[in-house]
């Protein structure tokens, strides 16, 4: 007979003493409890830390926008004083 045979845990279970095997089912439950629990909080911090990540992310990427305008005007304003200069240096010639 081997030990993963059903008929084996029957019989344990069978010759078990009543509180023996409610303790056992108690253990069990409170284990399941526990790590279900467990699960619970630790897939709710995931979640505040991602949210947290998301908002950096979103400030981050404001802040990107915002610098990517303020470099697209300079770099226009640039432009438009390049071409006033090259204007100004056709005609000295």
């Keep these: ?6 008929s084996v845990w029957v019989q344990a279970y ?3 003493p009543p509180l023996i ?10 284990t399941v409890s526990l ?3 467990v699960y619970k909080r630790e ?8 949210e947290q990540v998301h908002k950096r992310i979103d400030r981050l ?3 990107i926008s915002s610098m990517e305008s303020s ?16 204007r100004n240096s056709q005609t000295w010639n």
């Design 35 to 37: 790590a279900v629990w």
């Design 71 to 86: 470099f697209n005007s300079r770099f226009d304003e640039m432009n438009r004083h390049l071409t006033v200069i090259a």
């Design 21 to 30: 095997r409610w303790i056992f089912g108690v253990l069990s439950l409170g």
């Design 14 to 16: 069978d010759q078990m």
């Design 43 to 50: 897939r709710q911090s995931a979640r505040r830390v991602e």
């Design 61 to 63: 990427e404001d802040r």
């Design 1 to 6: 007979m081997a030990s993963g045979d059903p």
